[in-house]
């Protein structure tokens, strides 16, 4: 094992890649009962770019792209007229030229109240090679707009397929990233930009980021609108982007590229007779990038202005072997220029972090990811949506079986996973606080010898230091960095997590007293299947660190797993009632 190590954590950083990475070939049609079924919420759109979609450089528009992918997916799920409420993150692998063939397939992963987010993945066809290639994947959120009765009652959406049941799943983790995202994000900026402080920079040949200035007014008209006169987010979208694009080249004086936004969210409606104010600035420049802010606001007659939407893009320049080109610096305004300036900053931190933690790009990273709060909240969306795909696979063997304690393995890919999978006469909500803090882990689990708070970075997070027995005679005790990140669920059909994994902080470094095991994918799942009796299932992806405590189980030499978990049966029968006398930090 150890000599595959690399193999290893290759294979299991693939495994714990978020389904933004989702490939061409993935069928549109699912398998039911052995006949060939469509998903009801898919909707396809095919679409031939011609010159009027393409800009300057004879591709396509990226203003044209997200109208095509905003009217793809917004309705048929609902039945009636839906508004774009907000976009996530949305990077750009690859431009689309001219006669290439765009292909967009969205459908609804998962409805909410009045609410829906649709999954879109964008792929590009080349008609004369035959060869088809991923574009982007996005996530948006759609709402169904009231009717005279009032607000809208979506109708369920019911996976059907494995892939389904995990988007479905994160679906309520991406929800929750996006309800507290504009909180999060304004506190570190605050944060960065008073740990930056006024430091004076060398502006010598600098660009003047007045340069950058767009200003433009659109007026919306019923083809930019849906038959309820509210204007098409892709619609607005377009022309942010436009007005961005021209901002981008001001500095650049040559044609920039879109790379990515950032997510965003809609303030307010438009609609037809609108005037559209598009207000673009170049907020900073990197070497190889530059960050456009883009504001858009509308108002009628002599109404004042309502703030309608504001988005942060990336833009790269491209040379003739399609690598970005080094970017003149810019010189910020005063006063809102340098505040901008230093926000730019921020932002591109928390993108670099989210690129790292969410998109796993690297062929090789390490198990155990740096924290610190510009990336804690994509961390922890990572660390719950490693352990809901894990749970979501079906295909789990049974290794061995005691007393109604199961344990489960699965091998892919070079990676084994276990499952221990045990049922108590516990109500779910007191099995979910009790198993919540590690600290009282050590009341029935031999393995944790030591585990103590590093600190708690929200209710639903906090890192732990957990000491743990040699695996042979004369070793060395392990001691694991671990985050553990808490959910309840979305709605009475999820169930309540408490997922693990291994983080670096700078003030515990690795001893030469112990050895540093790292966990990548772990945690409970807790099933509410009666009032007072739950499902248990605890899972684990087996590193280097873990799998020595697993392997005599998995190999049916020992039943130790049963000793555990029957001891924790035995500890939430036991305590149940002494939930008052808890900590409120746990609770």
């Known amino acids: 094992l150890h000599e595959n ?9 693939m495994a714990n890649e978020p389904r ?8 549109m049609f699912i398998l039911e009962n052995g006949e060939m079924c469509r998903n009801p919420t898919e909707v396809n759109m095919s679409q031939i770019v011609l010159p009027c979609h393409a800009n300057y450089c004879g591709e396509l528009s990226a203003g044209q792209l997200l109208k095509w992918m905003d009217s793809t997916a917004s309705e048929r799920h609902a039945g009636r007229s839906c508004i774009t409420a907000s976009v996530d993150d949305i990077h750009f692998i690859t431009t689309i030229g001219v006669g290439q063939v765009v292909n967009i397939a969205a459908k609804v992963n998962r409805a909410f109240t009045s609410s829906m987010e649709a999954g879109i993945l964008v792929s590009c066809e080349d008609l004369f090679s035959n060869r088809q290639w991923k574009v982007c994947h996005a996530f948006a959120t759609f709402v169904a707009q009231h009717t005279e009765a009032g607000k809208v009652q979506l109708k369920q959406v019911i996976p059907r397929t494995q892939a389904e049941q995990m988007e479905y799943s994160l679906a309520a983790e991406r929800r929750r990233m996006r309800l507290i995202h504009a909180e999060i994000i304004n506190d570190l900026l605050s944060s960065c930009c008073s740990q930056t402080g006024d430091e004076r ?3 010598q040949d600098a660009v003047p980021a007045e340069r950058t200035r767009v200003e433009s007014v659109e007026l919306v008209l019923p083809p930019h ?17 436009n007005v961005a694009t021209i901002s981008a080249s001001r500095l650049c004086n040559a044609h920039p590229t879109l790379r990515s936004i950032d997510m965003f969210h809609f303030r307010g409606p438009s609609h037809i007779g609108d005037r559209l104010v598009l207000k673009a600035i170049v907020n900073n420049a990197f070497k190889k990038s530059m960050e456009v802010g883009v504001c858009a606001e509308a108002y009628q007659g002599g109404e004042p202005l309502r703030h309608i939407n504001t988005a942060f893009m990336t833009f790269e320049v491209l040379d003739n072997d399609r690598k970005p080109c080094t ?10 220029g340098k505040r901008r300036f230093q926000e730019a900053i921020a932002r591109e931190k928390i993108r670099l972090d989210r690129k790292y933690i969410i998109s796993c790009k ?20 990572n660390n719950v949506s490693a352990l809901k795909m894990l749970a979501a696979r079906n295909n789990w063997v049974l290794t061995s079986e005691k007393n109604k304690v199961s344990l489960y393995t699965l091998e892919e890919n070079q990676m084994l996973c276990f499952k221990v999978e045990t049922h108590v006469a516990v109500a779910a909500e007191q099995v979910f606080l009790l198993l919540s803090d590690l600290r ?3 009341a029935w689990d031999h393995h944790y010898q030591e585990c103590d708070v590093i600190t708690d970075s929200d209710e639903d997070d906090t890192i732990y230091r957990v000491v743990t027995p040699s695996v042979t005679k004369r070793g060395k005790v392990q001691d694991f960095i671990l985050l553990a990140s808490r959910r309840r669920p979305c709605d009475s059909g999820d169930p309540y997590l408490i997922a693990l994994r291994s983080v670096t902080l700078p003030a515990y470094p690795p001893t030469e007293d112990y050895n540093r095991g790292e966990v990548l994918c772990a945690g ?12 248990i299932s605890y899972y684990n992806q087996a590193t280097p660190g873990v799998l020595p405590y697993i392997s005599t189980d998995i190999a049916g030499l020992s039943s130790s797993f049963y000793c555990t978990f029957a001891s924790c049966s035995a500890f939430l029968e036991e305590n149940k009632e002494s939930l008052a006398s808890l900590p409120t930090s746990t609770l």
């Open 524 to 535: 409970f799942s807790i099933w509410e299947e009666e009032n007072t009796f739950t499902k």
């Open 201 to 203: 920079l060398d502006y």
């Open 20 to 27: 933004d990475h989702v490939p061409l070939e993935e069928p």
């Open 327 to 336: 970017l003149p610096r810019i010189r910020p305004e005063p006063v809102d």
């Open 362 to 381: 690297q062929s090789e990273v390490p198990l155990s990811v740096p924290w610190d709060p510009c990336n804690q909240m994509y961390l922890s969306y």
């Open 225 to 241: 609108a849906n038959h309820q006169v509210s204007t098409f987010g892709g619609q607005i979208m377009a022309w942010m982007e």
């Open 5 to 13: 190590v690399g193999d290893l954590k290759r294979a299991l950083v």
């Open 440 to 442: 009282r882990r050590k």
